[in-house]
């Protein structure tokens, strides 16, 4: 999904995140296990989706401050939400 704001001034946080690596359903950049252990505790769909490669991990390096990288990831969680206002 594209989202086309050509009018909007651009954003100072672009570039708060660094894509490490592409969505996929076996990471190699970082060890995530202990965090899906914990998770899985809290979420009992997580490891029968793991087990069936359903579920997908996209690792981003934060580059910019906290502010900057917080402001980023919502403003990508709103652009992922359709209907969601700028």
């Known amino acids: 999904m594209t989202a086309s704001h050509p009018t909007s001034a651009p954003r100072p946080t672009a570039g708060a995140l660094c894509l490490v690596e ?3 359903t ?3 950049s970082v060890d995530i296990s202990v965090y899906v252990e914990q998770m899985t505790a809290h979420c009992p769909y ?3 989706s793991l087990q069936r490669g359903l579920a ?3 690792v981003y390096r934060a580059a910019g401050d906290a502010e900057a ?3 980023e ?3 990508w969680i ?3 939400r359709p209907g969601a206002p700028d």
């Open 22 to 24: 592409a969505s996929t």
């Open 69 to 71: 990288v917080a402001e």
């Open 56 to 58: 997908r991990w996209t």
């Open 73 to 75: 990831i919502f403003h």
């Open 78 to 80: 709103r652009a992922l």
């Open 26 to 28: 076996r990471r190699t």
């Open 46 to 48: 997580l490891d029968p």
